[in-house]
């Protein structure tokens, strides 16, 4: 008897899986059945535009209506009679219905993918999200279809955390109108923090009515941002509820010019909402819609040093403190102790060897080759440890809170995790910011990204309303961000189509890192930042000392070997992406100098290739296309010359070339004049010219971007010098048999 | 004789077991010199294909057991292993040993497949991720598969993605099962073969082993693998066993028997059909513009999603389906063609063919012969083919892929064998007539283009999946290359949706800086579009054939009017290179007022051959050079 229960009760939790899996495909109907009637059982006349207005006929595909809903609760009550933690709700709707005018619009909207379902490991019951998918489709004869997704639907995915499905949309073809809704719910535990939501009102094709509903939990505190024209919304109360709603008709195409930051041209709305987070820093104001932060709230909310006890933080410090202490030593002896300049400089240089470079014994995997290159330090956890630094040397410090320009104004922040930190300290005259390093920084390298931006100081020493001022980012000039080439060209002796070319390329501030992520070898670079900050020993003798070390020193060895042969292709592919042209063959590549040294910062490298294809013959005569050697030059499109939003450039620059070409004995060279221009206004400049010294012919050219920003009205102003590159590219120069 | 402890010749015996099999074995630095570009090899590779009576299904089974034994050569690192199945093969296991030992903590994952352009396949991927955690860590895969139906067995290629240091795959024929190996691509790898007897399972033993077998590669433009990769096909034709005969593909007969089978069993409803048919030719009377009527709407309203999906793989949806879904793969819309032909009373039939990218024919009976249906239709004593899953393909006309292959047509019990006809590159010219003067720098007059054949279809294809607002954008970017320098206005085209006719564009054209001055000289570069210039395939990197998208017939016919007070002082050497399979010819002719430029290149043959490439090499270099060639004009 005893044994027969056993098997049934086995039997049972061995069939459970199906019987969950049954329950859970079920459930899953009901729910998409409510959801369907509560998506299109509610009339909505914007929704019931049956074709596009006049005006629309060039248009691949008109959005009639688009509608976007996003729900948020929060309340226990919810989470049903077992449970006792608190969860959050998250239902978010998309809703469009799109007239269909041609075969690439007809592609784009034939198929859906979405996922399913997903289960998370959470306490909250249920945690996960679905997906409910409508599809109905109106004929130009006024016949409506809904489609049975779930019946159409196939699988993409089908594991029990995991679904995902998409369906082919039958039936439609180039005149309807489909009509879809993707509904989101989503369950997740309360201390998971909520994702910022943001919206740009604008579309891939154009928008007739766009109408956006936000209904949010009075549990909740709404954080809020309307940028660029976006509409003010004023926050409605009802059941408990924040509702927050506006339309608008007519929205524009996103649009397709080069060097826009969308959150600084189009119209956006954003929030940030808080529950009742633990371990959250400040109170939260339940119920509230707030503007964006504000200065004092920034200061408020900030807080560093959660990162000071963990062992990894006192390993490193430990480290660091090590070879500054053995230096201290050594100063002791002729009396005399470390300035701060020596204090900030070995805190970077130092930090940033024993958290980058040193390798840790348990890393799993063996990188070092052009990967390794790429890796940089966090944000947060690198101000923890500059700033414990500074403390035990009495150094004051204070911090800088700043935005990335792209993500638009600071003044518009809703989230304290979007901000971006680094230190800074004053010594007299000079000033030295921390920003996390990467494998090439140095002591107060500052990503272009943030150059001019507004930001905040904290001075967490200061009183009351001094603790946070304004703050600008120090944006560099052109002369910062140089790029020189100097090109030697020969005509081959046995074929004077083929041009044998000498190139050295100089590179300072912004413009090196690229090329340093891609040329630089870490087995050379690293020992060389070593020996430089005076740590005995190498690399490879740091790994001998590791548990079977002599047999992982062959395997990096071996993956040295492996990152020699990719920077040989690097090379290859750096010559065909500037000069845009592939050479023929490369005869000989090297780093000149790795600009880690922070007293020589330049990134030098050279390489020795041959080139076809420039040198056209005619007759007894050759023409060089010489100012195809400054490579291709950026371009704007027929529809990008005439603009309507800010130009987000990169940062202010300076591209120079000095082309010097060898004229074969028995030729004389002609056409030098058309290599001469000369462009200069306010946003830029291009400027060139050519003269025969000797046997050779000399062609300079400079190209300069005076800012990282113009406005709208400046674009004439940078066409104009942006032309006059693309035209130097055109220009030849002529071989004259005498 | 004493059971408790060995036998000291027994260890004598394990150790030079053990001493042989080290020796045996190539090291990691071995393999590292041997496969320099690879970190991590197969040291051994051990296939065996069972055929299997199964008694609980009274049916043949082929069990397959793959054992791949990966090692690492290089530097650590994670690796991951594949293994696809799909409703016709199960996979029984998948068991990793890491260094040895079973690793029971790994264990596969499992995922659709996705396959580039098909919709929805049954095909599912076993994978794990394996981790070599040194250099001369292994990592052995073992996999069985159960293939439950001969039919469905058709190959077995030799290669993996990474090396393989030694392999043996051994097929277990039981002498009551007719099966045929044929080995294809063995040429240059090695390959030995070993039949023997095995007579405990009264069995033919076919053993093939190789050493040091090249990765498999995708290339750009390379043709399908059954062209060059090393494999058997199998050809499984019937067995005798179980009391019973079991036919498989004994014969083309058989394989059309039961493909004849599936389409009996469609369930097309021919009322619904016929009414949609009736619709779609309402007012038409003659025959032949009824059939391109109906062609087209399914060319136009059928949208073409790729199925692979268990017997849905071979049979095609329900006509009437089909119309309503207004989607489905090539059965479906060869099915739904020949069932709408049928109702308006044309002799319209199913047909199955296997296009370019594989390499067999019917000659070898086998599933892995074809992947296509198309319909034919046998009107006016003439066979047609009408593939509705190439869009704005007009009556009459083959694409490229389908062209030369042979293909079986319904014909009640029996089947046609019939060849689809092929066309010529001529057939697919891209005419450009350029009539210039010389202004300044800049070249300016006017260009037509006529595009016929595939030419024209390509271009009909890419342009209905631009954006309406975008097309004459697109249009542009296109003529001109993407070169600013060349400039279009005023231009027209014809009906960008009429299939049938040649298509034309027309404008006027500004060639910015195709002229230079120097002194009392004008230098014109002739031709703007140089097409194939420096075309050069790389020896040392390409390892297939290059296979083009269709046959090529490129014409460029350009007058330039000299300018008042100039004579023709100089003009490029003509530039001929023809083969059998490719020809580029330009030529230069001077008359009192004008220069005339005529180049031609042709592509007859869609392969070109890995044999052909320094002669293609040694075409393309002359052909960039005299690309560079300047015209001159002298005062």
Same mark, same amino acid.
């Given at each position: ?17 199906? /019987? ?92 859906? &993918? ?20 409508? $599809? ?12 049975? $997704? ?71 505190? $709404? ?75 920034? *200061? ?56 980058? +470079? ?23 956890? +690198? ?23 792209? &993500? ?32 090439? &920084? ?7 990204? /943030? ?113 020699? *042969? ?120 291009? $400027? ?51 | ?24 074995? !190539? ?29 609980? %299904? ?45 690793? =029971? ?19 599912? #991927? ?21 293939? %439950? ?105 058989? !394989? ?46 059928? %949208? ?13 949806? @329900?006509? !009437? ?28 039939? #199913? ?30 004593? =003439? ?112 009906? #960008? ?13 500004? !060639? ?39 046959? @090529? ?54 392969? #070109?051959? @890995? ?25």
């Amino acid at each position: 008897m005893l044994r027969s229960q056993l098997f049934l009760l086995l039997a049972l939790l061995c069939a459970y899986p199906s /019987f969950s899996q049954k329950r859970d495909e079920r459930q899953y109907r009901e729910r998409a059945a409510e959801v369907r009637n509560e998506i299109w059982g509610v009339k909505n006349s914007a929704f019931e535009l049956k074709a596009a207005p006049a005006g629309y006929e060039k248009e691949s595909a008109v959005i009639l209506a688009k509608q976007i809903q996003y729900e948020l609760t929060g309340k226990m009550s919810r989470m049903g009679l077992m449970s006792a933690v608190r969860a959050h709700f998250y239902i978010l709707t998309f809703r469009q219905r799109v007239q269909i005018n041609d075969k690439a619009a007809l592609e784009e909207f034939s198929e859906l &993918s979405f996922q399913k379902s997903t289960k998370r490991a959470a306490l909250a019951k249920k945690a996960g999200s679905k997906v409910y998918v409508g $599809v109905k489709i109106l004929k130009p004869g006024g016949q409506e279809r809904e489609l049975d $997704v779930q019946a159409e639907a196939i699988d993409i995915k089908s594991d029990s955390d995991d679904k995902q499905q998409k369906v082919a949309i039958s039936d439609l073809q180039i005149g309807d109108v489909i009509e879809y809704y993707i509904r989101v719910e989503d369950v997740q535990d309360y201390y998971v923090p909520i994702e910022p939501f943001s919206m740009t009102l604008a579309d891939d094709y154009p928008v007739v009515h766009f109408e956006f509903e936000a209904r949010i939990e009075d549990e909740f505190e $709404v954080r809020m941002a309307s940028m660029n024209g976006a509409p003010k919304l004023v926050p409605k109360r009802k059941d408990g509820y924040i509702q927050l709603a506006f339309e608008q008709k007519n929205l524009p195409k996103e649009p397709e010019d080069i060097w826009v930051h969308n959150q600084s041209a189009l119209p956006t709305i954003k929030f940030y909402l808080r529950g009742i987070t633990p371990g959250m820093f400040g109170t939260i104001k339940k119920g509230e819609v707030l503007p964006p932060l504000k200065a004092s709230d920034i *200061e408020e909310r900030f807080s560093w040093g959660v990162n000071q006890n963990s062992p990894a933080m006192s390993e490193l410090r430990k480290k660091v403190r090590s070879v500054m202490r053995e230096r201290e030593k050594e100063l002791k002896k002729k009396d005399k102790e470390l300035s701060t300049r020596q204090i900030v400089e070995m805190i970077y240089y130092l930090g940033r060897y024993y958290m980058l +470079y040193q390798e840790d014994e348990a890393a799993e995997g063996i990188v070092v080759d052009q990967r390794r290159n790429n890796w940089s330090a966090k944000d947060e956890w +690198y101000a923890d440890f500059v700033g414990g630094m500074l403390e035990t040397y009495d150094i004051p410090f204070d911090f800088v809170i700043m935005l990335p320009r792209a &993500s638009g104004s600071i003044k518009n922040s809703i989230d304290m995790n979007e901000l971006y930190r680094m230190i800074r300290v004053r010594d007299g005259k000079n000033t030295y910011y921390f920003y996390p390093p990467n494998m090439f &920084s140095h002591l107060g390298s500052i990503p272009f990204a /943030f150059e001019g931006s507004e930001g905040y100081v904290i001075d967490l020493k200061a009183k009351g309303d001094k603790k946070i001022t304004p703050f600008k980012v120090p944006a560099g000039t052109p002369t910062d961000n140089l790029s020189r080439e100097d090109i030697q060209v020969q005509f081959d002796a046995n074929d004077p189509q083929l041009l044998r070319v000498q190139r050295q390329r100089l590179c300072t501030g912004f413009h090196k890192l690229d090329y340093q992520e891609r040329l630089l070898l870490f087995e050379e670079y690293g020992d060389a930042e070593r020996k430089r900050l005076g740590i005995e020993g190498s690399f490879l003798d740091d790994i001998r000392k590791f548990p079977k070390g002599a047999k992982l020193v062959e395997e990096y060895k071996q993956a040295f070997v492996k990152a020699r *042969e990719k920077q040989k292709e690097f090379f290859e592919s750096e010559i065909e992406n500037s000069i845009d042209v592939k050479p023929k063959e490369m005869t000989a590549y090297k780093v000149v100098k790795s600009g880690l040294d922070p007293a020589d910062p330049a990134f030098v490298y050279s390489s020795d290739f041959a080139l076809e294809g420039l040198v056209r013959k005619a007759g007894p005569n050759y023409i060089v296309e010489a100012g195809k050697l400054i490579g291709g030059q950026i371009e704007i499109k027929a529809e990008q010359r005439t603009r309507k939003y800010d130009i987000y450039g990169t940062y202010p620059r300076i591209f120079e070339y000095q082309i010097e070409i060898a004229i074969p004995a028995g030729y004389k060279a002609e056409g030098l004049q058309d290599f001469t221009k000369n462009v200069s206004n306010a946003t830029g400049s291009f $400027v060139s010219s050519a003269a025969q010294e000797g046997n050779k012919v000399v062609i300079k050219s400079t190209k300069t971007y005076l800012h990282n920003f113009e406005p709208a009205a400046n674009w004439n102003d940078m066409l104009a010098f942006l032309d006059a590159a693309n035209d130097f590219t055109q220009q030849k120069l002529l071989l004259k048999k005498m | 004789m004493n059971d408790m402890h060995p036998h000291p010749s027994w260890i004598t015996a394990l150790f030079f077991f053990l001493l042989c099999t080290s020796i045996n074995a !190539q090291t990691p630095d071995e393999l590292l010199a041997q496969f320099p570009k690879h970190n991590i090899v197969i040291l051994k590779s051990e296939e065996e294909y069972v055929f299997e009576y199964d008694k609980s %299904r009274a049916g043949v089974v082929v069990r397959g057991k793959l054992s791949d034994e990966f090692i690492c050569t290089g530097v650590r690192e994670d690796f991951t292993f594949a293994e696809p199945y799909d409703e016709e093969t199960a996979l029984e296991s998948m068991d990793v040993y890491t260094n040895g030992s079973r690793n =029971r903590g790994l264990q596969p994952k499992h995922e659709y497949l996705s396959i580039d352009d098909i919709f929805y396949s049954d095909a599912r #991927l076993a994978y794990l991720r394996m981790e070599f955690a040194r250099k001369g860590a292994t990592n052995r895969v073992v996999v069985e598969k159960t293939v %439950r139906d001969p039919k469905y067995f058709v190959s077995v290629f030799f290669q993996e993605p990474v090396p393989i240091a030694a392999k043996t795959v051994r097929f277990v024929v039981p002498r009551w099962m007719k099966v045929e190996l044929r080995e294809l691509n063995f040429d240059g790898h090695g390959i030995q073969k070993k039949k023997s007897f095995d007579s405990d399972r009264d069995a033919d033993v076919y053993e093939y082993t190789m050493k040091n077998l090249d990765h498999t590669e995708k290339e750009n433009g390379a043709p399908g693998n059954t062209y060059f990769a090393p494999h058997i096909q199998v050809l499984c034709k019937s067995a005798e066993v179980g009391g019973k005969r079991h036919t498989f593909f004994a014969t083309l007969a058989d !394989q059309y028997g039961w493909y004849r089978s599936l389409v009996n069993s469609i369930g097309n409803e021919p009322a619904p059909v016929r009414e949609k048919a009736l619709a779609i030719t309402q007012g038409i009377a003659d025959p032949e513009a009824k059939i391109k009527a109906v062609f087209y709407w399914v060319q136009d309203n059928i %949208r073409y999603i790729a199925f692979e999906d268990g017997i849905m793989g071979f049979k095609p949806q @329900k006509a !009437q389906e089909t119309m309503q879904k207004k989607y489905g793969d090539c059965k479906a819309m060869a099915n739904l063609t020949k069932e709408m032909l049928r109702a308006l009373g044309f002799d319209a039939r #199913l047909a199955w063919l296997g296009t370019n990218h594989i390499a067999y024919d019917y000659s070898t009976p086998s599933l892995g012969v074809d992947n296509h249906m198309i319909c034919a239709l046998l009107y006016n004593n =003439r066979i047609y083919y009408l593939d509705a899953t190439e869009e704005y393909a007009p009556f009459g006309y083959c694409a490229e892929r389908i062209q030369g292959r042979q293909v079986i047509i319904e014909d009640g019990d029996k089947f046609l064998l019939e060849r689809v006809p092929t066309a010529k590159a001529e057939d697919n010219q891209h005419i450009i007539r350029n009539v210039f003067q010389i202004a300044g720098t800049a070249l300016k007059g006017n260009t037509e283009h006529l595009f016929k054949g595939e030419s024209r279809t390509d271009l009909l294809q890419q342009i209905s999946r631009v954006k309406t607002d975008k097309l004459t954008t697109a249009l542009l970017a296109y003529l001109s290359d993407n070169n600013k320098y060349y400039q279009v206005e005023n231009m027209t085209t014809s009906d #960008l949706t009429n299939r049938e006719g040649d298509l034309k564009i027309q404008y006027a054209t500004t !060639q910015q800086e195709a002229v230079t001055s120097f002194g009392n000289e004008l230098y014109v570069g002739i031709d703007f579009y140089q097409e194939f210039r420096d075309a050069v395939i790389d020896l040392a990197e390409r390892r297939h054939d290059l296979m083009f998208d269709f046959k @090529k017939n490129l014409i460029t016919e350009t007058r330039i009017d000299i300018p008042a007070g100039y004579t023709v002082s100089s003009l490029p050497e003509d530039f001929e290179f023809t083969r059998p399979g490719f020809s580029f010819s330009l030529h230069f002719t001077k008359a009192a007022d004008h220069i005339l430029y005529r180049k031609e290149i042709k592509i007859n043959d869609i392969f #070109l051959k @890995k044999a052909d490439f320094p002669t293609w090499n040694e075409a393309i270099k002359g052909l960039s050079k005299r690309y560079l060639d300047q015209v001159i004009l002298a005062k």
